[in-house]
Structures are given as structure tokens and as C-alpha cells.
């Protein structure tokens, strides 16, 4: 965080071998506020100035490569890429201003995307939407897992199908978030119908636990 542009920065480095000055360290400018320790969505702050990183949303989303534990599914909510709430609530942002940078500003496209639309992506198909972003470095398969995980949580009995579509799904991570979901959103006779499509011919000890867990939240 910086004083008079806020929390929502990049962070760059220059190197050098000239003699530089260095700056002078910024003091504590955060005092008793604890906004985004208690805005965090899966208490991903044990304490002040410390992140558990094993509980964030922007690492489980993009950085962690395997399945995602039960108990941080429900709070992802519909994100799929990324958290950042920590940032938005920090007060110090009221001094930010807008990046007139065309390599920050956000493409059309991606703006408002549909969540049935992301759960449909080939390899193929993710690479052409997501090339020149940060997000083709997650992979399709981490990325469809997210997508997933945000359809669940959706509560819209509608989507049960998109979920269902990717029962078949050649990714084990895919397959598994796609149980989850479908357990939330079918009901349960359809949810059994799949299962017993589905589950004697799954080889993949995760996905076969999703199966036999339906309640796991």
C-alpha cells in the first residue's frame, strides 16, 4: 500500500549496478483497522500483517494446481480468478486513481462473462479467449475447476446440466468440480441418476470420493 495511491498496485523491479539512494521505509499507515482481515472470505489472515496463503482465494484459484478442499468451496463464491476483496475494502483507496495504462485496462470481452460459456472451454478454445492474459498461465483445466466451483455456488437449478456435461471430462480436476457442483445444483434423483452413470467407471480416487461425499461443502 501506498499513501496517496492506495492498495492497488504492481509491483516491479529495476535492475542495476548504479549506487541508488534508498527511500525511506513508509511507516505503519493502517493503525487498528482490520478491514481486510474481516472482509477476507475464507480468514485467510490469522493475524494482522500475516497471510495464510494456503487459505486465499487469488493463490487457490491461480496458483494452486490440485483439487480444492471442500471446506474453502462454498466461500469462493463466483470467483474464478482471483479474489482481492482484501484490497477493495482498504480505505486508503479512495486516493487511487484509474490506469490510463492500455495493458491494465480491462478487453470487452471479458468483462461480464458467462459462467456456462467458461465451463464449455476445450484447450483450444481457452487458449484463443485467454491469450495475452495472465490468466492462460493457470491452464484450462485449473480454470474450468474454478469455473465449476462458481457454477455450484450458483444456485441456479438451470446450470445443473453444464455441470453434468463436464462429468466426462478427461481432467480429474475437472471431473471432480463437476460432481460438486451437480450435487448442488440437481435434484437428487438426477444427482443419482449421474452417479450411477458415472461412478463405476471413474479411475480417479479423488473424483470417486466427490461421488461418495455429496454433502461436502
Request: hydrophobic share 40%.
Amino acid at each position: 500500500m501506498a499513501r496517496g495511491r492506495g492498495s492497488w498496485l504492481f509491483l516491479g523491479e529495476v535492475f542495476t549496478t548504479l549506487a541508488l539512494e534508498p527511500d525511506q521505509a513508509e511507516s505503519d499507515l493502517c493503525g487498528s483497522c482490520r478491514r481486510c482481515l474481516d472482509a477476507c472470505p475464507t480468514n485467510a489472515f490469522p493475524a494482522p500483517y500475516r497471510l495464510d496463503a494456503r487459505r486465499c482465494i487469488s493463490y487457490l484459484t491461480i496458483e494452486h494446481k490440485g483439487h480444492i478442499a471442500p471446506e474453502f468451496r462454498a466461500a469462493m463464491g463466483n470467483r474464478i480468478y482471483g479474489c482481492d476483496d482484501c484490497l477493495a475494502v482498504c480505505p486508503w483507496n479512495k486516493f487511487a486513481q484509474r490506469t490510463t495504462e492500455p495493458a491494465f485496462l480491462p478487453r470487452a470481452e471479458l468483462t461480464a462473462p458467462r459462467l456456462a460459456e467458461l465451463a464449455r472451454l476445450d484447450d483450444a478454445g481457452f487458449r484463443e479467449l485467454f491469450a495475452g492474459t495472465a490468466i492462460k498461465r493457470t491452464g484450462r483445466d485449473r480454470f474450468v475447476r474454478n469455473v465449476l466451483i462458481a457454477l455450484g455456488n450458483s444456485g441456479d437449478p438451470n446450470q445443473a446440466p453444464v455441470a453434468e456435461a463436464r462429468l466426462g471430462d478427461a481432467a480429474p480436476l475437472v471431473r471432480a468440480m463437476a460432481v460438486w457442483a451437480l450435487q448442488r445444483l440437481a435434484d437428487e434423483e438426477g444427482f443419482e441418476r449421474a452417479r450411477a452413470r458415472h461412478l463405476p467407471g471413474e479411475p480417479d480416487p479423488a473424483v470417486r470420493a466427490e461421488w461418495g461425499e455429496t454433502g461436502g461443502d
